[in-house]
């Protein structure tokens, strides 16, 4: 199923990417490409077979619930582009 | 009868679900080891996986799992051995992977239920469609700055249980039935403080309206509404429009909307435009949540004992009404206070000092039953004293609002102020010659028939005993007098 222009838009969108409407031809037909090649997985016959989400047959591993971290707010910080006492400062996102 | 509002066109029946989101109890977050406790100073309780540093990965915190299951065996759900964790995608600033960590197609809870009672005593069930494992946001400040949103992502990580009803529920008072009730679940449970004002507990409605006998029209979604009362409020704003915009011929249009308390309307939240578009993917950072059968058979031998069937114990056990059982059980603090003092002695009796003085007594000096400056042991002692005879009834309300005062035992005041209850037939005969002596004219009266006089006999009497006089004999010796 090729992407139409309008889909690359609103993919862009929803990740906040800005594009210019020249890289839009360019963008359609590398996500066809990329598209086109994970859909050669529907040729393999999964008739039966369970559906994987990891290459590891092992389940999840817990940690016991206790205080090992945090309390590094300097280094939290340290790339933030603007800050105000220790906190992210972002432009205004409110309705 | 069922609860309708009614439009131009006539009766409209409403269709709610709730999607309540309960802030685990447990020491560290869902996915790292930073700690979730309320208040600290921004950006110190997070780590590199909170904030989304590169190459950092999730490990999950036992007990967060823990917590889950026992909720979901708290209302009676199906616990699914196998469930899996999903990344939902969203941009906000206060998401820094730009994704949330949840359970989309697999969740570790199926369907459970959950009983309320309405306002006329009758119970209803409603059906629980799930329960997943989430991870919370960051906190936005937005009144920090004229042009500038502040984040703190202290919160950011922690985990959280969401809690999805059917949309069984079809009036303001059942959503808020509910509401309370899976607070008062979770609060036996340990597994939620369900404090709304901190945020603990938050609910989204989901509200639809229709007439009588048709399937669902659309619903739309209330974010974010932080107490049942605006959860009550925000139901009826919300049907109120859809009737409106649907007796207008026009369409409801389903889309996620926001409360406004101050002005009771609901609006429209535009840039929740996307807010359905989360491209769910399984989390590969996270292998497949298995849960061992044993383990679950552990947390449920170690459940407490739940607020239906500790309510039904007590009208069992105690002799209550369902109203004094149901007022009792809603706080776990308080059944066990009851319980104490009811224990050897008359449940009923009891229970309506409970529920009567003491709560009278905690709400008139901002106490909670937790600081009650009466133990139950001293106000045991209390009932014991009425009891056995030692006061009267009358007495004991003052004895016990000098309990609340100093905090100091019943049988000490008694002894102190010499309040003893009493019942030597000759000072009682003697008060009762007395007072009929200084009032010839009201005997003449009473004895012409006016036989309300005799409360003011009792009373005079009362009164000149110090109110100590037992009451029977009271009545008895003023009878005899009388007569």
Redesign the interface.
Known sequence: MPLDPATVR?IA????MHIEDDDIPRLQTELNGILGWVEQLGAVNVEGVKPL??A?D????????????????E???ANAP?R???????????? | MSYTIEGKTGPWELVIGLEVHAQVI???KLF????TVFGA?????????D?AFPGMLP???????AQAIRTGLGLDAEIHLES?FDRK?????DLPA?YQISQYQHPIVGRGVIEIEGADGTTRTIGITRLHLEQDAGK???D??????????NRAGVALMEIVSEPDLRSPEEAGAYLRKLRTILRYLGTCDGNMDEGSMRADVNVSVRKAGEAFRTRCEVKNVNSVRFVMQAIEAEAKRQIAVWEEGGVVSQETRLFEPGRGITRS???KE?AH?Y?YF?D?D?????LDPAWIETLRADLPELPDAKKRRFMAEYGLPAYDAGVLVAEQASAAYFEAVARGRDGKFAANWVIGDLFAALNRTGRSIETSPVSPADLGALLDLITDGTINGRIAKDVFEEMVASGEAPGAIVTRKNLRQVTDTGAIEQAVADVLAANPDKVAEYKAGKDKLFGFFVGQVMKAMAGKGNPALVNDVLRRHLA
């Open positions: 609103r969108h929803l990740a906040r989400t990891g590891a092992m389940a999840l591993r817990m940690r016991d619930d206790a205080v090992t971290d945090g309390d590094i707010a280094k939290i910080l603007e105000a006492g220790d906190y992210f400062v972002v432009p205004k996102v409110v309705e | 447990s020491r560290a790292s080891g930073a700690a100073a921004p950006n110190h309780q997070v780590s590199f996986v904030a490990v999950i915190n036992r007990e967060c799992v899996r995608n969203y941009f906000y600033a730009g936005s400040l937005h920090q700055h004229p042009a500038k949103t502040y984040i703190d992502l939240m535009r840039s996307d578009d491209r399984p590969p996270l292998l497949p949540l298995i």
